[in-house]
């Protein structure tokens, strides 16, 4: 069974930071491409980062980019999320995700992940 359990939500000010992890089981790792999303209440889930398979390659929202950085640990499972700068825009909900589909066409849409975390609540205040 395929499991996906986000870590490091809380509340911060604006301009602080997170780090989010994400630990993957009962699939292998290494063979997906991970991504983070995110969803505010009352709007749609929002594409954050992806990141390839080996970790080469990572695809960052223009929104987050600069800000956020995504990596990930094939030996260990786990997938992050390094968040800095942290704006009140930023406040939703956090899932990571798992797409065994290749390329950045695929990576910025939530349908072609085939497993989700429960995600965690990330709060920014002013």
């Known amino acids: 069974q395929v499991r996906l359990v986000e870590s490091g939500g809380g509340m911060v000010q604006a301009g602080g930071s997170l780090s989010l992890s994400c630990a993957a089981s009962g699939l292998t790792f290494s063979n997906y491409a991970m991504g983070w999303f995110r969803q505010a209440p009352g709007k749609k889930r929002e594409f954050v980062a992806a990141i390839s398979r080996s970790g080469d390659s990572t695809y960052p929202a223009d929104s987050v980019k600069g800000r956020f950085t995504i990596s990930r640990d094939n030996a260990k499972n786990t997938l992050f999320l390094q968040m800095n700068s942290l704006k009140p825009e930023d406040t939703a909900v956090y899932y990571c995700?798992?797409?065994?589909?290749?390329?950045?066409?695929?990576?910025?849409?939530?349908?072609?992940?085939?497993?989700w975390g429960p995600g965690t609540q990330v709060t920014v205040s002013s």
């Open positions: 995700a798992a797409t065994s589909r290749s390329g950045p066409a695929y990576y910025i849409s939530s349908g072609y992940y085939a497993y």
